[in-house]
């Protein structure tokens, strides 16, 4: 059914991922120290060839999940397993030897390009580091790269604080591409841009995708920014991997609740489709002190003592379609109907005291 | 519409930001005392370092003037107690306490940036281990350091030299230590680590040209401390010894005709205040230049 199941194999496997921080706070001195779980236990693969998109609210771990599988972080415990080696095992020497075939484009276009550089020497860093090409040569590449995104190579000699947000976004974008990696991970790509830009640069990056074979993870805070780009979705929620699958499954078919309360919530461009909006009450927990069982019950329309007992399992509920809810919507079956159904026949002792 | 947009972004960004050094100069325009300090120091180094050329006297020859004279047209500043004139052993002086200051200064920056910088940098136990040091020299009282170790290792110029540097670097470690620590967090920082490269390469291509310019204010007040301390330290006779001229020395050997030829003293002593005031001075507007606060006021 999934067609990524069966034609695809992994390019990475990330099992068990894991990163906590220690925070300090808390206490008479401030000695108490905390532990913050950014990234929780996450275990999915990401196919060769595919744009898995990767969303969830603000400070629920995707952007640290995204540098962690690049190392950018040192992951407290788990795998990343890239051409069947562990690469959190490799020393700096073979890391730095790997970032060739892996990079990143950041969310920010100010903060991520050296104001003391021209972009023809960011770019041009990616050859020098690794020893590929220097002075003419350089010069040579870095220019066909920047008529690739869409940039005036003639601009090789400006300075990042000459370009419009979009445009320093495209010199990412180069950056990223130069040593013409395997993997990407777009992090939040286009948030910091005007709408008007941001459709050009996802349009940008599904062709340099096509076109060069990426892999893309692709991590964003709205559903619908990921729709378009995804041929998979991965739902992240408090540092958890919620529900992932394809992406017409997530947006049709929704298994988790929180996916559905999402989706609930994306603006239609049709006025005449109404649609019955779940607004989730509350805030996000705090990933410092998040509640016991799924980190979701204290938001969830449907949960119920034992979700405060249990954390749900991460399984496969349906073909391709992996959740972790201990009650899953069935296909077919919206959170409307299924907050219904919970409403008459309730479990024992069902969680409305925690909702109120 | 949207090609108009970008073209005023474009328009807008270029003469807010322009080069940061260019920024830095017109900023110190607007202070002027420390505009005025700069050009007086410029004037002050030439003269010192090339006035030696010019000036046919030698600072160690006796003059057929004798001893103390008076001023005159061939002896601007008259003769000293011995009968050298007075003029070319401020110049010359002058040339060793600058010389000094410069030096001691160079090396407290580059003892300082290393320190500063790869505590910042690396972190954990190399942060832990260099800081460490740092406060312990802090706790230690810098004149009396300079004392004791000139005392121990004697008083020869390049030591003079070591030991003011050796003292001065405290300060530069720690505003560099600071300052990498903001910069390493920045996302081109981390781009580069993704880029694949080196430690190395990322401290010194990314991180320290940022800190570039708090290093040069830095370097000016070091100087000020420097040239203070070695006139200090002469004076106390530890520094640099006669016949060498130093303001510092000059100032010491004028003390018992401080009755009979106050000018002897008057003018070492006046040189190296203006002086040090005049790279305090500098240092001080070339802080407030780079203060982004800089704008409001």
């Known amino acids: 059914m999934n067609p990524h199941e069966s034609n695809h194999e992994p390019l990475l496997e990330i099992k068990n991922l894991k990163k906590y921080f220690e925070i300090k706070g808390g206490g008479a001195l401030g000695r108490k120290k905390q532990t913050l779980k950014a990234v929780d236990d996450v275990s999915f693969e990401i196919y060769k060839g ?4 990767l969303v969830g609210e603000s400070g629920c771990g995707k952007s640290t999940l995204g540098r962690n599988i690049l190392r950018l972080q ?17 020393t700096k020497k073979e890391m730095r030897a790997l970032r060739k075939d892996m990079q990143i484009i950041y969310q920010d276009p100010f903060g991520s390009l050296n104001p003391r550089f021209t972009i023809g020497q960011i770019i041009g860093e990616m050859y020098e580091i690794h020893g590929i090409a220097r002075g003419k040569e350089k010069e040579k590449k870095v220019k066909e790269l920047l008529e690739l995104v869409g940039l005036d190579p003639q601009r090789y000699h400006s300075y990042p604080h000459e370009f419009s947000g979009g445009q320093r976004q495209r010199v990412g974008i180069a950056r990223a591409l130069a040593l013409q990696p395997e993997f990407i991970v777009a ?24 076109e060069m074979g990426l892999t893309l993870l692709f991590i964003a805070h709205g559903l619908n920014v990921v729709r378009h780009i995804s041929d998979r979705v991965g739902v992240m929620y408090l540092g958890k991997l919620v529900e992932l699958s394809d992406t017409d499954s997530i947006f049709n078919e929704p298994a988790h ?30 990933p410092a002190s998040p509640p016991s069982g799924c980190n979701f019950r204290t938001r969830c ?19 391709g379609h992996f959740t972790a809810c201990h009650y899953p919507l069935e296909k077919g079956q919206t959170l409307k109907d299924a907050i219904k159904q919970r409403k008459e026949q309730p479990e024992k002792n069902t969680n409305n005291l925690i909702m109120a | 519409m949207l090609g ?26 607007q202070n002027k005392v420390a505009f005025f300090s700069l050009w007086f120091l410029l004037i002050v180094h030439f003269v010192v370092f090339v006035g030696p050329v010019l000036w046919p006297l030698s600072p160690d020859e006796l003059t057929d003037v004798g001893a103390l004279a008076p001023w005159t047209l061939q002896h601007p500043f008259g003769t000293d107690d011995l009968g050298r004139d007075v003029f070319a052993r401020m110049l010359h002086g002058g040339r060793v306490t600058l010389l000094v200051g410069l030096c001691a200064m160079l090396f407290s920056l580059i003892i300082g940036t290393i320190i500063g910088a790869c505590a910042g940098f690396f972190g954990k136990v190399v942060e832990s281990i260099l800081m460490r040091i740092t406060e312990a020299m802090m706790a230690i009282p810098n004149f009396f350091f300079v004392l004791v170790a000139l005392t121990v290792l004697g008083t020869t110029p390049v030591m003079v030299v070591v030991v003011i540097a050796l003292t001065g670097w405290v300060e530069i470690a720690r505003v560099v230590y600071g300052e990498t620590l903001k910069w390493k967090e920045y996302e081109f920082v981390e781009a580069a680590n993704a880029a694949g490269a080196s430690a190395r390469r990322i401290l010194l291509k990314y991180v320290v040209p940022q800190i570039l310019p708090s290093i040069i204010v830095s370097g000016t007040l070091a100087i000020a401390w420097a040239i203070l301390t070695e006139s200090a330290i002469s004076y106390l006779g530890l520094g640099i010894q006669p016949p060498t001229p130093t303001w510092g020395n000059m100032l010491q050997n004028s003390q018992q005709y401080i009755w009979t030829a106050p000018i002897l003293g008057v003018l070492p002593g006046v040189a190296i205040t203006i002086v040090v005031l005049a790279y305090n001075f500098l240092g001080d507007g070339l802080r407030d230049a780079l203060d982004p606060r800089f704008a409001k006021k």
């Open chain 1, 50 to 53: 595919e744009t898995l998109g």
């Open chain 1, 257 to 286: 609740p929180y996916t559905a309360a999402l989706l609930s919530t994306v603006p239609e461009a049709d006025p005449e489709a109404r649609k019955e909006r779940i607004v989730l009450k509350g805030e996000v927990p705090s």
């Open chain 2, 4 to 29: 108009a947009s970008l073209k005023e972004d474009v328009n807008q960004a270029e003469p807010q930001e322009e080069k940061r050094r260019f920024v830095l100069l017109t900023r110190l325009k």
């Open chain 1, 74 to 90: 040192d992951p407290t415990s788990g795998e990343v397993v890239y051409d069947q080696k562990n690469i959190l095992d490799y």
């Open chain 1, 187 to 210: 992090d939040e790509p286009v948030s910091a841009l005007d709408v008007s830009v941001q459709s050009q640069v996802i349009n940008l990056l599904i062709e340099l995708k096509k």
């Open chain 1, 301 to 319: 329309p449907l949960a119920t003592e034992r979700c405060s007992q249990e954390a749900p399992a991460w399984q496969e509920t349906r073909n």
